[in-house]
Structures are given as C-alpha cells and as structure tokens.
C-alpha cells in the first residue's frame, strides 16, 4: 500500500512539515539558540543529530568548570571541553564558555591547599590565561565569573573571595587572555527587577564607569510554571542593556512538578509551552538580548530531577528526543512578528 503524502509528512513529524527548526529560525532573525552539551553523549546519533539541526550554539554543560578543567594544580584535562568546541565548529555552531569563576565544582586541591590570598589570585590568574588563551577564537563568550551573590544582594562568600577584587580582576584577566571573548557575568533567580538583580545591575554600572570590561548579562532562568513577572523581566533587561549591556538567557529549562513514574499530563505540557513561548518572545522584543539558550534540550540528560526532587521534565523535547509542545512553542514564538523596539 502506497503511503498518503499526509501519512508520510505524519511520519516525518513536525520539524519536516514546516522544514523550519529552531536553528533555521533563530538564524533568520540572527539571535542565537543554545543548549547545554555533554561531551559523553555525543555519540549517541539521535543526541547529536538534534543538537545540530535545532541549535546554532553549544556551551559545555560541565567540561568548562575548574574542577573538570583543571583537577590538579598542573594538570589540564581539555579533551572532553575540546570534544564539545571541536562538534561545534565541524556543525558550525557557535561556543559560548562556562565558567571561569564558581563556587561549585571547583577542584579540591583549591578548597584544600590553604592558599594566601596572593597565591588564590595566582592560581585564578593561570587558570583564567590557561583555559581561556586556549579557547580564544574558539570560545565567542564567556561566563566570566557565575553566581556571585546572595539573593539579598550581598555579595557571596567563596573560596574565591580570599583573593582580593576577584571578580573584576577575573574580567580583566580574561580580556587580557582573548581581547575578542564577550565578557558575561551569570547569575540565576536575578531574573526579575530585585534585590539580586538591583546588585548585579550597581555591579555593572560600576564596571562601566570606572572601564572594567565586561558585555552582558547573562539571566540562567532555570524556571517553574510560574517565573516571575514577564514584565518586571524585561524591565530587568531594558535596564541592563540601557548600560550598552547585551543580555543572554543562558541556561533555561521550564521544571515541572512530576512523579517520575509517569509522564507528565498534557494540561502541564500546555501549562509549559506558554512558559517558554512567553519567555522567548520576551527576549525577542529586545534586540540586546542576543541568545536563549537551554540547559540540555532532551528530558533524556537534564539536571533537574537529581537536583529538584519531585520535578523534572523541563525540556523542549522528551526522552526520546521526540518534541514536545514547548518545541512547537518555541517555534511560535521565533515565528511572530516582534513587536516594540526591534
Ligand atoms: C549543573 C549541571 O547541569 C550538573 O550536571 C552539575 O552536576 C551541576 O551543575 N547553574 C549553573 C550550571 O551555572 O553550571 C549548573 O549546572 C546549574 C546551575
């Protein structure tokens, strides 16, 4: 039996009926659409047969950060950074780096070796130069420094706080190592206008008058059904990017509250894709705001049920890398006219 064009364009699903993907309409509008991306699942055809047809930016999930990057004072380990960057360029996509300067993750010989502060802002200063003189050219942007504050707006204390001026000693340094890199600071929960992101805001104001370089923003934006005002949001972003700021949205995923033993219904599926369409448009309708990116893009890999008991499900296509409604939303969403100031 001959197969009805219907059932075979049925078949193909949806990314084939419009023969538009995320990437081919993140690229017509010239924004980046990013994901989070393990080096260890590369190999799986289905993980990088997705990664390269939906998205236009890769950033590694993990092989960046000092402890994978860096375990031993003189030892590097750069393959599994080098496996993501070197997929990306083979599908000419573009690498954003994650992260020089984090209080998780970092290698134990730092938390352990009781360093002075001089030697701590040695150590950070060879690293910054290591890892970042590799990746230059290669590495479009980076995460400077992640997740430097407290939610009341006091800054954080970490290991990296007994080095002296850390953070923008970090920002000088990695300008000093890739004067073309796109200098990020990357925080989460500073979405919407308050008291986290009122700091990170004085933060860059300050950089600005006194020429430390930096050149966004990054907002995580790891999110539930309920992420804050989208308005107070992009008041948040119209006054970062007022500074001559870019903003990106870096590591969002929409969690819901799911058993893991069941798929979740599709009133929440519904419930989600509206999160993400809302969220995507939002960074549309700014033309400073010059990527969105997931953390991960298959419920397959995602951070969210080790790290969030009782939810789970957070990205735009499930575990069998099949879409779900908030694929098709993001596709809505990059499909509309922008209204505003584009
Ligand atoms: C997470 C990774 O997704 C996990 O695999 C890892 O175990 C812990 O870190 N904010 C960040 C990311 O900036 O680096 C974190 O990534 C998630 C929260």
Redesign the pocket.
């Known amino acids: 039996m001959r197969l009805s064009t219907i059932s075979i364009l049925l078949l193909l699903g949806p990314v084939a009926l419009s023969g538009q993907t995320l990437r081919s309409l993140a690229d017509a509008r010239g924004i980046y659409i990013g994901t989070?991306v393990?080096p260890a699942h590369l190999s799986e055809p289905a993980y990088a047969d997705t990664l390269a047809r939906e998205f236009n930016q890769a950033e590694p999930?993990?092989a960046m950060?000092f402890g994978p990057i860096h375990p031993a004072q003189s030892t590097y380990n750069f393959p599994p950074a080098d496996a993501v960057v070197e997929f990306a360029q083979a599908h000419k996509m573009a690498v954003r780096g994650?992260?020089l300067v984090?209080h998780?993750?970092v290698a134990a010989w730092v938390k352990n070796g009781n360093f002075t502060p001089e030697q701590l802002s040695a150590i950070l200063h060879e690293h910054i130069k290591t890892v970042v003189g590799r990746y230059a050219g290669k590495v479009y942007a980076w995460?400077v420094v992640?997740?430097s504050f407290e939610s009341d707006g006091s800054l954080r204390k970490t290991i990296w706080s007994g080095a002296p001026g850390y953070i923008e000693q970090a920002f000088r340094w990695t300008r000093e190592a890739d004067p073309k890199a796109l200098l990020f600071y990357?925080d989460?929960a500073a979405e919407v206008v308050n008291r986290k992101s009122d700091a990170i805001y004085k933060m860059a104001q300050d950089f600005k008058t006194r020429g430390i370089p930096l050149d966004g923003i990054g907002l995580?934006m790891?999110v539930g059904l309920k992420p804050g005002s989208i308005d107070s949001i992009a008041a948040n972003i119209q006054r970062i990017t007022e500074l001559g700021l870019q903003v990106q949205i870096?590591?969002l995923d929409v969690k819901l509250p799911i058993d893991p033993a069941t798929p979740p219904s599709p009133d929440l599926l519904e419930a989600q894709a509206k999160t993400y369409r809302d969220i995507v448009a939002m960074c549309l309708a700014n033309r400073r705001c010059t990527a969105i990116q997931t953390?991960?893009f298959t419920d397959r890999y995602s951070?969210i049920p080790?790290?969030n008991k009782g939810f789970g499900a957070a990205l735009p296509f499930d575990a069998d890398y099949h879409p779900k409604p908030a694929y098709r939303a993001i596709l809505d969403a990059f499909r509309a006219p922008v209204p505003g100031n584009q």
């Open positions: 989070a393990s999930e993990n950060k994650h992260t984090w998780n993750q995460d992640n997740e990357n989460f995580q790891h870096t590591e953390w991960g951070w080790a790290n």
